[in-house]
């Protein structure tokens, strides 16, 4: 088994891509970040660089790098770069560069993050310039494998198809259509179907022989494009596997691990990677940009408790056209603290110097161009220290959850980009849930299409963003799960394409989920229209006057008598739709003063429709078996995304409320964000580090004596230490009282010296300034446990 150093929170940055920063500084920089407190180096090693002929290795540099990281401590993550190919391989294989839909013939070329070349490298499924990859990756592992500096194997900086190269989501971008590919395909369908009877059922083709199947170049039919990008996806993990059998040949002891590029950023169609995929054979996973809840909360729920590392940190972004801005106290803490509040509990910046070669010169630095230090290199140093001195919390948290999760679908991904042609629709939908759930303090978690089966069961409620791609095993397993008691939360076009045949469904909700939903769909309305049959759009307005109607829940009524209407936000679409008798109407379309695409049917309910009239419901709720069943007729999600409204925000609580989930954490009124790293003393010996807080960047203080005291007040009950993690989400300074289920705190004492919280009752009373975060160490009681 590999090893994985579970006392060891890796904290430093990225230095070296050849050729900067040159010889001359290592010694001292490296010194440097020594001396300032942190423990970890990212180093890369180059194969243009590192392998300049075929008989040939150069390792001279990164010798000299890991011999210095060793010799000041630190340790090393060495990320072998593949992308940067040697020009002697396309020399010898003219048939290994990669083809696009549209033709192009990808010739190696330097980029801005790939300054000496090669990119975007060879295809993937070209043998003879693997093999190549397979033996250079297996000299830098023989020669670095026993090296004392050597801490993990990162084997794929970002994994996608073309590196940047051509990334912008078209379906002329598409990669890679040339011999070797198309071939590849081939062997996967068949490995896939069986036949090519049952690949032409699901296709609606009519194949004779399986070097006849062409692999799909624009809009068309949705089954065909699901399948070619599933089996780029597959490439993409696949290569990733490779590599990470040829280390494991040669390297036992060495964890391995690559990082991704969050979705949307990173698709299925132009990138080919998938975190839940890529994290499965790594030992250790990561990310880029990773400092954001949506990237954090993604990157959890794909590593299923693997440790993990925020890879690269871009708290410094620029190019020689737009210069960085300098990185202020606040900024630099989010990116810490926000993935820290959920469990990551590794962080590599980039980088450390400034770049100074290319069109990523003069940014990225935490120091000067010099190399003196910044004053935001000083603060990170601060930042590392306490973090540090809280390992007894960060690296040994119990696990929790609120029952919510988001279904992540890869095939409804690409099902919305071969009928929509762009990914707005589903990943707005996508990151509006998360967004919701983030808002109202749940613990926002995500479960993979796949792991359907397997994870379904731990939870409580699932929303399905704009659900349009379906199977019948899914359906069924989900209705099975709301039968036994879970709650579905679907916007509209339930199953409305069938990945059986790619038919669109005669009946929407599909799957004859109109029976669990207690609804029928009659028409939807979109919020854009074809002029003319021969101009080829696709839906590019979001309908922002979509409004959905429901009651105060706290009977305010109107000087009239009548009950005082609340309006939420809808987009894209408006389904119409048959409500069953047994099902509850929570939000209606339109209503007095409200818009609505559904212009027809409000006409003719007159001006100030009923806002619970059936022919206009929006949003309503159905008991089935002994779960229940919440229909959403128009894209939520995607509305809040862009809105982040008041009325949207209450709207989704009370419907999560409704299907029995309520967060663990919870403030007395919106705009805090609350999150908690905790640890039960009773199940866990306390280490004796001391709590270390009440600094600000460049302060000291001790908040020993926490756990003893807690003790004493723990008597009769179980105490447990916890971390609070408390965001100001609003542009003003607020004050609100955090109460945590279950737990009564004993005790409540920031990390920095700004940071305000006080003991009162059951709650803790915090005050923070606009847009801030703030970090307390905090004992807690709770009720023995039986």
Not at 732 to 755: H, K, L, M, N, Y
Request: proline share 4%; aromatic share 10%.
């Amino acid at each position: 088994m590999p090893s994985i150093d579970e006392d060891f929170i890796p904290f430093g940055f990225q230095y070296y891509r050849s050729p900067t920063p040159v010889r001359a500084d290592w010694d001292k920089d490296l010194a440097q970040q020594a001396a300032l407190g942190f423990n970890t180096v990212k180093l890369w090693i180059q194969w243009r660089a590192s392998h300049p002929e075929p008989d040939r290795f150069e390792f001279g540099d990164v010798d000299e790098l890991m011999d210095l990281s060793a010799k000041h401590g630190l340790k090393v993550i060495l990320n072998v770069i593949f992308d940067t190919a040697p020009a002697w391989v396309y020399m010898r294989y003219p048939d290994s560069k990669m083809t696009t839909a549209s033709g192009q013939v990808l010739e190696p070329t330097a980029i801005s993050c790939r300054q000496i070349g090669g990119a975007p490298g060879p295809c993937f499924h070209h043998e003879q310039a693997g093999a190549w990859k397979d033996a250079f990756l297996a000299a830098a592992v023989n020669r670095y494998k026993d090296h004392p500096a050597l801490y993990v194997w990162d084997l794929w900086n970002e994994p996608e198809l073309t590196v940047s190269i051509k990334r912008e989501l078209s379906f002329g971008n598409q990669v890679c259509y040339c011999g070797h590919s198309v071939e590849a395909f081939h062997e996967w369908l068949r490995n896939k179907y069986g036949s090519l009877a049952a690949l032409n059922a699901k296709w609606q083709r009519t194949y004779v022989h399986w070097e006849e199947i062409e692999a799909p170049r624009q809009q068309a039919i949705v089954n065909d494009l699901v399948d070619w990008r599933m089996f780029m996806a597959d490439t993409v993990t696949g290569e990733l596997k490779r590599r990470i059998a040829v280390v494991k040949q040669y390297d036992a002891y060495h964890s391995v691990m690559c990082h991704t590029v969050p979705a949307p950023i990173f698709n299925l169609i132009t990138a080919g990677s998938d975190d839940f995929q890529l994290a499965e054979p790594c030992d250790l996973f990561g990310n880029s940009l990773g400092s954001s809840a949506w990237a954090a909360d993604l990157l959890i729920s794909a590593a299923k408790g693997k440790k993990l590392i925020n890879s690269e940190i871009h708290a410094m972004p620029g190019t020689t056209a737009l210069k960085p801005r300098k990185l202020d106290w606040r900024t630099l803490k989010e990116h810490i603290l926000i993935p820290l509040a959920r469990g990551i509990s590794g962080y590599v910046f980039w980088q450390y110097r400034a770049e100074v070669l290319g069109y990523e010169a003069p940014a990225w630095g935490h120091t000067y161009l010099n190399g003196d230090p910044t004053p935001w290199l000083l603060q990170t140093a601060e930042l590392n220290r306490i973090v540090q001195a809280n390992q007894d919390l960060i690296l040994r948290h119990d696990a929790r959850s609120d029952g919510v999760a988001i279904l992540y679908s890869a095939e409804t991904q690409i099902a919305n980009f071969a009928a929509f042609g762009h990914l707005d629709t589903y990943f707005e939908s996508l990151q509006g849930a998360h967004q919701l759930l983030h808002d109202l303090n749940y613990k926002a978690e995500f479960v993979h299409e796949r792991d359907l089966a397997a994870e379904l069961p731990r939870y409580r409620c699932l929303w399905m963003p704009f659900p349009i791609y379906l199977n019948e095993a899914d359906s069924r397993l989900l209705r099975q799960w709301i039968a036994g008691g879970g709650t579905l939360i679907s916007e509209c076009s339930f199953g409305m394409i069938r990945a059986e045949n790619g038919f669109h469904s005669y009946q929407i909700p599909g799957f004859g989920f109109d029976a669990v939903f207690g609804v029928r769909e009659e028409w939807i309305h979109a919020a854009a229209h074809l002029d003319h049959s021969y101009h080829e759009r696709t839906i590019d307005g979001r309908g922002d006057d979509i409004r959905v109607a429901y009651e105060e829940e706290n009977a305010l009524y109107d000087s009239d008598g009548t009950a005082k209407t609340r309006y939420a936000k809808g987009a894209y679409y408006q389904s119409e739709i048959r409500v069953s008798p047994d099902t509850e109407i929570l939000a209606s379309f339109g209503g007095a003063g409200a818009a609505s695409l559904n212009a027809a049917s409000l006409s003719a309910a007159g001006a100030g429709a009923d806002p619970n009239a059936a022919a206009n419901a929006a949003v309503t709720l159905n008991r089935y078996g002994s779960g229940s069943a919440a229909w959403i007729g128009t894209l939520m999600g995607a509305a809040y995304w862009h809105s982040r409204d008041e009325e949207t925000r209450d709207l989704a609580e009370r419907l999560l409320h409704r299907a029995g989930c309520a967060p663990g954490l919870a403030a007395d009124g919106y705009g805090f964000r609350v999150d908690i790293l905790e640890r039960d003393m009773q199940r866990s010996e306390l280490s004796g580090a001391g709590a270390e807080g009440n600094a600000d960047q460049g302060g000291n203080a001790d908040l020993g004596g926490i756990a003893d005291e807690g003790s004493k007040a723990g008597e009769g009950g179980r105490t447990t230490e916890a971390l609070l993690f408390v965001q100001n989400l609003l542009g003003e300074p607020a004050v609100r009282s955090i109460s945590i289920s279950g737990r009564t705190p004993v005790r409540c004492e920031p990390w920095f010296q700004d940071g305000e919280a006080s003991v009162e009752g059951k709650s803790i009373r915090i005050a923070l300034a606009a847009n801030d975060i703030q970090v307390y160490r905090c004992t807690l009681l709770s009720a023995t446990s039986s």
